[in-house]
């Protein structure tokens, strides 16, 4: 118990860490002892004790700009590694994840169709849009699955080619509504290339309930897909129902990638390349993988937007940019290795 306190805090005082530093750079920099002041300002108690020393510009610069999207980082970068994480245990393939299988396209899909054909423009309902976008990667889930069966059991080859092929088309019938819609055209633009420009505390609020949910769902399944690990027969024989877990761990991971695409857009190889790092450092069981990998794909999207931000500055690129930087080479590394799933 002490072990994992330890653990646990050693995450939230990384993540506190991050969160202050990447809040304290942009194009206008901010001294970290000013950040430190305006957030500690905030807590109930403490406003009416600490004396500002910084400007009011900086204190909305601090919470209506930066703090929304330094969190909804952290947010949409656990969400999309742990959904990394369940995608590839119920498949036993390391390259599975929400942007290689299709996933994420379908999430976009679906969130592309809600917004520009179905939610009234103004009256909007941020908090419907995920449910549409979850909808889209659970038709592509259910498509990539049957696509990549082959007699009746998931072949991982297949299912990748079918996961490129399906994320390729239902990114053109993405293009499709854009030049349809174009005067929604920027709202899909930012959803394909991937960017958390612009973000505020609404979407951090629609995005973290179902990361969080999703994380609570996914360690109460980390028990049945450790003894998947050890192959489908060995399961059956020790009372997994395989179809049954499979099926409940890629409705999970669709919904927490759902979530993640409705604010971010298409963030890709996020959840490919976080979970498969840390299980060659922390081992392949599910319970503390997902842990680690909540707070390091977290991290990792932070830290890969904040480059997104302030390297061409005042120029912002989108983060969906940096991360297929870092995830292309990498995905080319497993292919050209060849890895199987090892447990």
């Known amino acids: 118990m002490r072990r ?3 653990r646990v805090g050693g995450a939230l005082f990384l993540l506190f860490t991050a969160a202050v530093v990447a809040t304290a750079l942009g194009s206008v920099n901010i001294p970290l002892a000013h950040v430190l002041g305006i957030l500690a300002a905030q807590l109930p108690g403490l406003g009416e004790l600490i004396e500002p020393g910084w400007s009011p510009a900086h204190e909305v610069i601090v919470l209506r700009v930066r703090l929304p999207r330094v969190l909804l980082a952290l947010v949409v970068g656990g969400g999309l590694s742990v959904a990394g994480v369940l995608f590839q245990g119920s498949l036993r393939n390391p390259l599975a994840d929400p942007y290689v299988i299709g996933v994420s396209a379908g999430a976009s899909l679906g969130a592309a169709v809600g917004l520009l ?3 009234p423009r103004g009256i909007v309902g941020y908090g419907f849009l995920p449910l ?3 909808a889209g990667a659970v038709l592509a889930t259910l498509a990539v699955s049957r696509l990549g069966q ?3 059991r998931l072949e991982p080859t297949s299912l990748l080619l079918a996961g490129v092929a399906l994320g390729a088309f239902l990114t053109a019938v993405v293009s499709l509504l854009m030049v349809l819609r174009i005067e929604n055209l920027q709202d899909v633009y930012l959803w394909l290339m991937g960017s958390l420009s612009g973000r505020t505390w609404s979407h951090v609020s629609m995005a973290a309930p179902y990361v969080f949910l999703g994380l609570a769902l996914a360690l109460w399944l980390a ?7 050890l192959g489908e027969e060995a399961a059956h024989s020790l009372g997994i129902d395989v179809q049954r877990v499979q099926r409940l761990v890629l409705l999970i991971g669709s919904l927490m990638a759902a979530a993640c695409v409705a604010v971010s857009g298409v963030i890709g190889f996020v959840g490919l390349m976080v979970p498969h790092a840390l299980r060659l450092i922390v081992g392949a069981e599910h319970r503390r993988l997902v842990f680690h990998s909540l707070w390091a794909g977290a991290v990792f999207l932070l830290l890969a937007d904040t480059l ?3 390297v061409f500055s005042p120029l912002e690129i989108p983060v969906g940019i940096i991360t297929a930087f870092v995830g292309g080479p990498f995905f080319i590394y497993l292919l050209k290795r060849g ?3 090892h447990g």
């Not at 028990?223 to 690990?229: C, E, G, I, P, R």
């Open 308 to 310: 997104a931000r302030t």
């Open 150 to 152: 082959r007699r009746g």
């Open 132 to 134: 549409f976008a979850f």
């Open 339 to 341: 890895s199987d799933f």
């Open 117 to 119: 054909l179905v939610i």
């Open 4 to 6: 994992v306190l330890r």
């Open 223 to 229: 028990k049945d897909l450790n003894v998947y690990l």
